[in-house]
C-alpha cells in the first residue's frame, strides 16, 4: 500500500494538469494525454531540428564534435523512432572507425544492439552483441553491455512463454544483470532499478518492491525512468492479485511515455490487455489502438504483432456487446408494437436502427474509423425512440382509457334498451377527428426531436416557394412526408399508410416539391438526412 500511495503522490506532482485537478481518473488523464500527443512530438521535434542545425552548420568539424551530436541525436531517437535512431549509429560507427578509437566503435555497436533489440530484430542484435570486445571495453561500456544481453534473454523469455527454453533464458538474463550491476556506481537508478529487477525477475517481490518504491519516492525522478520503474512494477502487483494497482501504475507509465514522446514502451499495451481483462472495452480499445501506432512510429516488429493479437479480442468483445444491443432492440421493439398502425413508425426506426449496428459491427472491423459518427447516430435514434415510446404509451392509456368508458356507456344502455342512446353514441364516434388528433400529437413530438425542422426545410427552396403555416398548424402534409423520411421512413407505400393517400399522390407530393426546391432532386432527401435533432 505505501507503494501505491508513493506512486500516486509522484503521479500528483509530475502531472498535474486540468484533468487531475477536476477529479478525473487516471483512465481519464491517459485519454486526454493520447489527445495532446502531436503537440509533445514536436517538441520532440523541434529539439532533434535543433541538433541537427549543429550538426551541419560547420561547427562539427572534428570526427570527436561530430560523434557527440550524432550520439545526441541517436539518444533522441533511440525510444522514438528505430529507422532514424539506427542511421545515427551507424554515422557514430563510421566515424569512430575514421577515429581508430576502439572504445567508441563499442560503444556504437552497443547502439546498434539496442535498437535492434527494440525493433524485435533478435538474430541481429545477437550477431552485433557477438561482435563487442567487453575485454576492451571502459566499465561504463560494461555495464551497458550487459544489460543489454539481460535485455535480450528477458525479451526472448516473453517472446516464447513457454515451460522450457523460458525458464533457461530468465536464468541467463539474471546473470548478465549480475555482472552489469558490477559496473553500476552505488546510488545510480541503474543500479538501484536492475537491483529491482533481478529481484523481480527471481520472484522475490519484497525485496524487488523496495528498490521500486525508492525510486518512486523520489520527486527528481525523470519521465522516462519514471515510466520505467512505474511499469515494472505494476508487475509486482499483478502477480499479487491487487489489478487495480497495476492498472493505476500502467496509466502513470503511459502518461510520462507520452509526455517524453516514447514509443518503444510496452506499459500501454500492458494496460489495454488488463483493461480488456477487467471488461473496460472502451478505454483496451483506444490504448491499445495508441499501443499500435507507438509501434508503427517506432517500427518495433513484436509491439505490432502483439498489439494486433488483442486488438481482434477486443474488436470481437465490442462486437459482441453490439449483438446483444441489437437483440435487446428487436425485443423491445416487439413489446411495444401492438394496436395502432402508428407504431410502424417506432418498428421500422428500430429496424433501421439493427442495420446501423449492423454497420457499425463492419465498421469496427474493418478499420473502427467511423466509430464517433455510428455513436452520434445511435444516441439520435435513441433519442428518437425515447420520445415516440412514450408518445404511444400515453396514447394507448388514453385510447384504452376512452375504450372502457365507452364499453361500460353501451352496456348500461342495452341493459336499459335505450338503443336511440346508443345509435346516437355510435354516430358521434369521430374516426377522422381522432386520427387527426393522432398526427397533430405526432407533429408535436417530432418537432420535440427536431425543434429546427421546419427552419431547415424552408432553407432549401426560394423564399416564394417557403411553407407558411397558417396560426396554429404545426405541420402540413408536405412537412410529415419529409418528417418519416427523416425519421428512416422511406417507402412511399408506407408512408402513404401512414397519412392515408394512395402511393400515386405520396409520389406526385414528393415530385412537386423536390422540383420546386433550390438544391437538385438526388440530393433533396440526402439534405432532408442533414437534419439534426436537439
Not at 500528483?12 to 500527443?37: P, R
Not at 544492439?113 to 561482435?131: N, P
Not at 376512452?402 to 342512446?421: G, N
Request: glycine content about 4%; proline content about 1%.
Amino acid at each position: 500500500m505505501k507503494v501505491y500511495l508513493l506512486a500516486i503522490l509522484a503521479i500528483n506532482c509530475c502531472f498535474c494538469n486540468k484533468a487531475l485537478a477536476s477529479g478525473d481518473t487516471l483512465l481519464a488523464t491517459l485519454a486526454h494525454a493520447i489527445e495532446q500527443t502531436p503537440l509533445y512530438d514536436a517538441s520532440k521535434v523541434n529539439a532533434i531540428a535543433n541538433i541537427k542545425a549543429r550538426m551541419y552548420d560547420g561547427s562539427a568539424d572534428p570526427p570527436s564534435d561530430a560523434f557527440k551530436l550524432a550520439e545526441q541525436l541517436y539518444n533522441e531517437y533511440k525510444i522514438f523512432n528505430y529507422d532514424s535512431a539506427y542511421t545515427y549509429a551507424g554515422r557514430m560507427m563510421a566515424l569512430a572507425m575514421e577515429m581508430k578509437d576502439s572504445q567508441l566503435i563499442n560503444s556504437a555497436r552497443l547502439k546498434y544492439a539496442f535498437v535492434m533489440l527494440s525493433a524485435g530484430l533478435y538474430r541481429e542484435t545477437f550477431d552485433t552483441l557477438k561482435s563487442v570486445n567487453t575485454r576492451s571495453c571502459t566499465g561504463e561500456l560494461k555495464a551497458e553491455y550487459y544489460t543489454i544481453m539481460a535485455r535480450y534473454y528477458f525479451d526472448l523469455a516473453a517472446y516464447d512463454g513457454d515451460n522450457y527454453h523460458s525458464v533457461n533464458y530468465d536464468i541467463t538474463a539474471s546473470r548478465y544483470i549480475d555482472s552489469a550491476l558490477l559496473y553500476y556506481p552505488d546510488n545510480t537508478f541503474e543500479k538501484t532499478y536492475y537491483t529491482g529487477l533481478k529481484f523481480y525477475k527471481q520472484g522475490r517481490e519484497q525485496e524487488s518492491t523496495i528498490y521500486f518504491e525508492k525510486l518512486l519516492a523520489d520527486k527528481k525522478l525523470p519521465e522516462h525512468e519514471f515510466a520505467l520503474t512505474a511499469s515494472t512494477l505494476s508487475g509486482v502487483y499483478l502477480q499479487r492479485g491487487e489489478m487495480q494497482k497495476a492498472i493505476d501504475l500502467l496509466a502513470s507509465a503511459s502518461i510520462a511515455d507520452i509526455h517524453t514522446s516514447t514509443k518503444e514502451t510496452f506499459a500501454i499495451y500492458n494496460l489495454a490487455e488488463l483493461l480488456y481483462k477487467t471488461g473496460d472495452v472502451k478505454y483496451a480499445s483506444l490504448f491499445i489502438e495508441n499501443a499500435i501506432a507507438n509501434a508503427e512510429t517506432y517500427n518495433a516488429r513484436q509491439r505490432k504483432a502483439q498489439a494486433s493479437g488483442i486488438l481482434s479480442l477486443i474488436e470481437s468483445e465490442r462486437i459482441h456487446a453490439i449483438d446483444g444491443q441489437r437483440k435487446l432492440a428487436i425485443q423491445y421493439g416487439t413489446a411495444v408494437t401492438v394496436f395502432l398502425v402508428v407504431l410502424a413508425i417506432l418498428i421500422i426506426v428500430i429496424r433501421k436502427q439493427v442495420k446501423k449496428l449492423q454497420a457499425a459491427k463492419k465498421i469496427i472491423t474493418e478499420a473502427n474509423v467511423q466509430q464517433q459518427l455510428i455513436n452520434d447516430k445511435l444516441e439520435e435514434a435513441h433519442k428518437i425512440k425515447e420520445e415516440y415510446i412514450g408518445y404511444f404509451f400515453k396514447l394507448d392509456s388514453e385510447y384504452f382509457g376512452r375504450l372502457e368508458k365507452l364499453k361500460k356507456m353501451l352496456e348500461l344502455k342495452l341493459a336499459d334498451r335505450k338503443f336511440e342512446d346508443i345509435r346516437f353514441i355510435v354516430n358521434n364516434i369521430q374516426p377522422k377527428k381522432d386520427k387527426e388528433e393522432l398526427m397533430r400529437n405526432f407533429d408535436k413530438v417530432f418537432l420535440q426531436i427536431f425543434p429546427n425542422f421546419v427552419t431547415n426545410y424552408n432553407a432549401l427552396f426560394a423564399e416564394e416557394d417557403q411553407v407558411k403555416l397558417p396560426h396554429g398548424q404545426i405541420l402540413n402534409t408536405d412537412l410529415r412526408i419529409f418528417a418519416l423520411i427523416r425519421l428512416g421512413i422511406t417507402d412511399n407505400e408506407k408512408i402513404a399508410e401512414i397519412l392515408e393517400y394512395s402511393v400515386n399522390t405520396i409520389y406526385a407530393y414528393k415530385t412537386r416539391i423536390k422540383n420546386k426546391s433550390s438544391v437538385s432532386n438526388d440530393d433533396f432527401e440526402k439534405k432532408i438526412m442533414e437534419i439534426k435533432s436537439v
